[in-house]
């Protein structure tokens, strides 16, 4: 006998049949009118493509007669994720971006936050950037990708009586009758200095931003709000290989280069199902370098050189 009774699915089923925790979200697009920045509000929005793709992707779900996916698909294709932390009086401001039907000139008339260049374009000089939001603790400047799946095949589609009649893509543009995808690629991460400074020195739990969380529409009435709990960190426990089963990947992996026990050491807490690309990234860096052996040391300087791309943004 199960321990959970069976719930049934319906529309909206992430907050009609589920709790899932969400981030809250403004969404900066340009409107019609080519010039002024419009603010929806979402949560529906979450990494898409994380590594390995040659650009980092979120997903934005959206409703497609709403003025985000109508800029989106009309008229623009910059756009601005504002993620918001929990503040007085943000939660009405926030759920005041998002009665349907309101233009951008009637939502944006009493929008409560402020707004300002991003850092794609910090001077506002490009005309398609939208504005982001000042409160916001990180936005992530981002553009549609509307090649993949040929989206752009449903850019200046008209809605006939508020809908989209098909057809419908499966992951980019318009959706369904009622929905949109959009894939957006990240152009730039901005955060707040204390909040980058943490990132930068490791993350400690205490400095962690107090991130609005959404528990999405219930009820037929509330959007439900929480604040970011205290965070409490678990360490991963570290299942250390031996020496003789990294050895045997080592010399697995390029004959014309010879890794030393001491340098193999510096590798035995890395997760096996990581060992090969690791060892393979220690073979590039030799052979770019003309080195045939690597040890200790020259396992000290590819470490660096990784720590150093890692920060190479910041
Ligand atoms: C906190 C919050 C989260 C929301 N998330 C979404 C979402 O992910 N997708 C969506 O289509 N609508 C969502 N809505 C409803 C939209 O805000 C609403 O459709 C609104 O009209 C969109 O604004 P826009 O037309 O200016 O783009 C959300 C509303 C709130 C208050």
Redesign the pocket.
């Known amino acids: 006998m199960s321990s959970f009774k069976d719930l049934r699915i319906v529309d909206n089923f992430y907050q009609t049949s589920s709790y899932i925790p ?1 981030a ?2 403004l ?1 900066s ?1 340009l409107a019609a009118d080519g010039k002024t920045t ?8 979450f990494p898409y493509y994380i590594a390995g793709k040659g650009y980092y992707a979120m997903i ?4 497609n ?7 989106l698909l009309n008229n623009a294709s910059k756009v601005a994720l504002n993620y918001m932390p929990a503040g007085r009086g943000y939660n009405k401001k ?2 005041a ?6 233009t ?1 000139q009637e ?1 944006m008339k009493n929008f409560g936050f402020n707004l300002e260049n991003g850092l794609c374009d910090p001077e506002g000089k490009d005309p398609k950037r939208p504005k982001v939001v000042s409160e916001a603790y990180q936005v992530f400047e981002c553009t549609w990708m509307k090649d993949l799946e040929n989206a752009y095949e449903d850019c200046g589609r008209q809605l006939q009586d508020g809908e989209y009649p098909g057809p419908y893509r499966s992951f980019n543009g318009i959706t369904s009758q009622y ?1 949109a995808h959009f894939i957006l690629r990240i152009d730039k991460v901005l955060m707040k200095p204390d909040l980058w400074q943490n990132i930068i020195d490791g993350v400690k739990g205490k400095k962690w931003p107090d991130i609005l969380i ?1 528990h ?2 219930r009820d037929s009435k509330n ?1 439900w ?1 929480a604040k970011t709990p205290r965070l409490i960190p678990e360490m991963l426990p570290i299942r250390e290989a031996t020496l003789s089963s990294v050895r045997y990947a080592a010399d697995r992996t390029d004959p014309t280069v010879h890794f030393t026990d001491d340098a193999l050491m510096l590798m035995l807490n890395v997760p096996r199902i990581f060992l090969p690309t690791a060892l393979k990234g220690c073979v590039a860096w030799a052979k770019e370098n003309g080195v045939t052996e690597i040890t200790e040391r020259e396992m000290k300087i590819i470490n660096d050189k990784r720590a150093k791309e890692k920060g190479k943004t910041k």
């Open positions: 969400m809250t979200v969404v697009t419009s603010v929806g509000s979402y949560s529906l929005c934005l779900e959206a409703r007669s709403s003025n985000t996916a109508q800029h926030i759920v971006q998002s009665w349907p039907g309101d951008p939502k929905g959404c999405g529409y959007f709000f």
